[in-house]
């Protein structure tokens, strides 16, 4: 009933930049938080950063990433983005939109995209 999908990802040189782009779709009332995550070969998923949709946008970003990544939302169009500046090889890893809230049904949801890849070489 929701559907991420993602875009964005691909293979850039350390200290480079990329920029995903995330959109949510279907029975959508309203959003309560969008986010990204990532997961890398043999380790578990884990939070890259995330966004309120309310008004202010309240943000939250893994220690690793602070200072070199934003996320920043588009509420209109339900869009989530993450800019990634000053990549690291140790950033590789499939990375996944993630967004929460409510449908028209009333009912909750979590959703996931089906991931983008990142691969930053040295």
């Known amino acids: 009933q929701v559907q991420l999908v993602e875009s964005g990802g691909g293979l850039v040189q350390a200290g480079g930049s990329l920029r995903l782009s995330c959109t949510a779709s279907?029975?959508?009332?309203?959003?309560?938080?969008m986010g990204w995550y990532r997961q890398a070969p043999g380790k578990q998923r884990e939070l890259v950063a995330a966004i309120t949709i309310a008004s202010g946008g309240s943000t939250n970003y893994a220690d690793s990433v602070k200072g070199r990544f934003t996320i920043s939302r588009d509420n209109a169009k339900n869009m989530v983005y993450l800019q990634m500046n000053s990549l690291k090889p140790e950033d590789t890893a499939v990375y996944y939109c993630?967004?929460?809230?409510?449908?028209?049904?009333?009912?909750?949801?979590?959703?996931w995209g089906q991931g983008t890849q990142v691969t930053v070489s040295s």
């Open positions: 279907g029975s959508i009332l309203s959003i309560g938080s």
């Open positions: 993630n967004a929460v809230g409510r449908l028209w049904s009333g009912r909750e949801f979590g959703s």
